[in-house]
């Protein structure tokens, strides 16, 4: 299908370095766990063609926050159950976490069950993660992507971290900082390229049903930061973090542990 990316995994070559910061977790019988609201696609087609969650982009943060001591809640953008890209499970992209997770009784169930994403929401968690997954191209923008327009908003606003990772960052094109301006102008931002859209096989598909993010982020403002393809390439821009393709989803959940100060 022309939604799936190739069944391959390039060398992993990561453009972000993680510091000793790790070596000092802070401990959890001292304070309280921060919040994470790890955010997921509800689209299961986009053009008559099936999509979803990209389940890696999911499943490496969920358990990479977890295990940092952070308190994740699964979200969606209409409730209920996730659903998951076929292609997300072939191949090497089917990951060690991923198969994990869908043997994880609690985890699944919470992928089946997960809360509607309301911007209400923004004041009860600490940082925002929108997974990826080309589901996201029909459900993160426009009117379906109101509530989540608004959480982005009010998180970024508040100087909480804000994280999304290879199609999470369409949830990014709509929303604007306090001044009125895009959220992405005058930062350093990453997603899937137009590049590995043309190797997927989905340039035709995304460009019939939805827009390509490389293009949006440039047109307003943003430093677009293009590693090689299907290799692992993070941006931090303050409390903003972006990832490039489901190879940068383990680094960007590490970046938001340290953002976070765990």
Not at 53 to 60: G, I, S, T, V, Y
Not at 66 to 80: M, P, Q, R, Y
């Amino acid at each position: 299908l022309p939604h799936h990316k190739p069944l391959r995994r390039p060398r992993i070559r990561s453009h972000f370095h993680t510091t000793s910061r790790f070596a000092s977790l802070r401990s959890a019988a001292t304070m309280p766990a921060k919040k994470v609201l790890l955010v997921s696609t509800s689209a299961s087609f986009m053009g008559g063609n099936p999509t979803g969650l990209w389940l890696a982009e999911l499943a490496e943060p969920y358990y990479i926050l977890k295990e940092a001591g952070l308190e994740v809640t699964l979200a969606s953008i209409a409730g209920g159950a996730v659903p998951i890209d076929a292609g997300s499970c072939k191949g090497d992209f089917f990951t060690v976490e991923a198969k994990r997770f869908m043997h994880d009784a609690d985890a699944i169930g919470a992928l089946g069950h997960t809360a509607r994403l309301v911007a209400s929401m923004a004041e009860d968690f600490d940082c925002l993660y929108l997974a990826g997954g080309h589901g996201c191209c029909v459900d993160f923008v426009g009117e379906p992507g109101a509530e989540l327009k608004a959480c982005v908003e009010k998180m970024y606003a508040a100087g909480k971290v804000v994280a999304a990772d290879c199609h999470g960052p369409m949830g990014l094109i709509e929303p604007t900082k306090p001044d009125g301006t895009p959220l992405v102008a005058g930062l350093e931002v990453c997603a899937f390229t137009n590049t590995e859209e043309a190797q997927a096989g989905a340039t035709d598909w995304v460009k019939a049903n939805s827009v390509f993010m490389e293009d949006e982020f440039k047109a307003k403002g943003g430093t677009f930061k293009e590693a090689d393809p299907w290799t692992s390439n993070v941006c931090v821009a303050g409390n903003l973090i972006t990832a490039q393709n489901p190879q940068s989803a383990t680094a960007c959940a590490q970046a938001v542990v340290a953002a976070m100060n765990f």
